[in-house]
């Protein structure tokens, strides 16, 4: 399949499983607040896993696939809930998982612009299990690269600075508070990240 073909499957499965129950209530976030960035925990016998997600809609959850598990702890400020992950992206590292999020869980809104080299960004995640914001600019959008051992085909967002493990997972923001992309891969030396567009 084409990258607009996987693009224009993406946004299908975002607009049925995002958008559609947006239109419903809520409180709309622009900052970074934790009340809509939960810590996701998946457990198994032999591992535990740690990464973030974001609120982008009632019961609706948007996180790196390899964060995301058939049952995991969504871990928010004043409660926990069970999720589980309901979609993949077959190619690029995106999931959904959906969770009962208490009445009044505030969300965010994904951007319909892909971000342009310079333009300055946002972060809010967990990594090393701690709550933490960092900001930095866009340096380039890339079309392809090696992450995980294979070659992924697909437009990325490359920024500064890199973010650590734990927060894969976390909503990239733009200036007007919208999800522009999701963090999945970093380059500590090079002092990189690399997120998959929301658009």
């Known amino acids: 399949m084409s990258v607009r073909g996987r693009l224009v499957s993406l946004s299908a499965l975002l607009l049925a499983t995002v958008c559609i ?3 419903g209530s809520g409180i709309v976030l622009r900052d970074l607040d934790r009340r809509a960035i939960p810590m996701l925990v998946s457990k198994s016998k032999d591992l535990h896993k740690y990464g973030t997600g974001v609120v982008v809609g009632p019961a609706t959850i948007l996180t790196a696939n390899h ?5 995991m702890d969504v871990v928010l400020p004043k409660t926990a809930v069970k999720g589980q992950a309901v979609c993949r992206a077959r190619y690029e590292d995106l999931a959904v998982v959906k969770a009962p999020l208490p009445r009044g869980t505030p969300y965010y ?4 612009k892909m971000p342009s080299a310079g333009e300055t960004v ?3 995640g967990y990594p090393n299990r701690k709550w933490k914001i960092a900001s930095g600019r866009v340096r380039y ?3 392809s690269a090696t992450l995980g051992g294979r070659v992924v085909k697909s437009p990325m967002i490359v920024f500064g600075p890199a973010l650590h493990q734990g927060a894969s997972g976390s909503p990239v923001l733009n200036r007007r508070g919208q999800v522009v992309g999701i963090f999945v ?3 500590r030396q ?5 997120a998959f567009p929301t658009t």
Do not use: E, K, Q, T
Request: aromatic share 4%; hydrophobic share 45%.
């Open 21 to 23: 129950p947006v239109l």
């Open 122 to 124: 946002r972060v809010g």
């Open 109 to 112: 809104i994904l951007s319909s």
């Open 67 to 71: 964060v995301a598990a058939d049952r």
């Open 185 to 187: 891969a970093s380059n």
């Open 190 to 194: 090079s002092n990189y990240s690399i």
């Open 141 to 143: 959008i890339i079309s």
